[in-house]
């Protein structure tokens, strides 16, 4: 992460300085399976709470690939699970007004266990299948406060409304 000071003239011929916030851009993907979903639940440290979301990440310092890549790496690193097909749902900013930051969404389908790899940070996660009501009950009771994940729920919803997808 990087913190870029810009100079900028306003629209009014002022100038003033736009604190930007550079960080590498992230995945999150949605492992469907069964009308439910696959969500992690791990320490988030900002929060203070241990929180539910979908698998999301970005590619470690010196590590590069892309966006499918990425993707797949994360699922497998947090879940164990491999997806026979991985279907992208759209590309969304972090924080417009502060980050430059983008993170695309995925559908991961044809799921199949395999073993974890957490990084150091994430030892403690734990991963279960939730079944979409479930998943809606979570948002609804503030179990789930990621706006990554419900991000990448409302993409899978207009997907689904445009019958570009079905879920398993």
Not at 51 to 63: A, I, L, R, Y
Not at 142 to 149: G, H, L
Request: charge should be negative; include cysteine; proline fraction near 5%.
């Amino acid at each position: 992460m990087r913190l870029r000071k810009d100079e900028i003239e306003r629209a009014d011929g002022s100038h003033g300085t736009y604190a930007v916030v550079e960080r590498d851009n992230f995945a999150v993907i949605i492992p469907a399976e069964n009308g439910g979903f696959f969500l992690v639940e791990e320490y988030r440290y900002p929060l203070g709470r241990r929180c539910w979301s979908f698998p999301q990440g970005s590619f470690p310092k010196g590590e590069d690939g892309t966006p499918e890549e990425l993707a797949r790496t994360e699922l497998a690193q947090e879940t164990g699970l491999r997806a026979a097909n991985l279907a992208r749902l759209g590309t969304l900013s972090a924080s417009h007004g502060s980050s430059s930051q983008y993170g695309e969404y995925w559908l991961a389908t044809g799921l199949i266990q395999g073993p974890t790899d957490l990084e150091p940070e994430e030892l403690g996660l734990r991963h279960e299948w939730v079944p979409r009501a479930g998943f809606e009950a979570m948002i609804r009771d503030e179990r789930i406060v990621d706006d990554s994940s419900l991000a990448g729920y409302a993409l899978l919803l207009l997907a689904e409304r445009r019958g570009e997808i079905s879920l398993p």
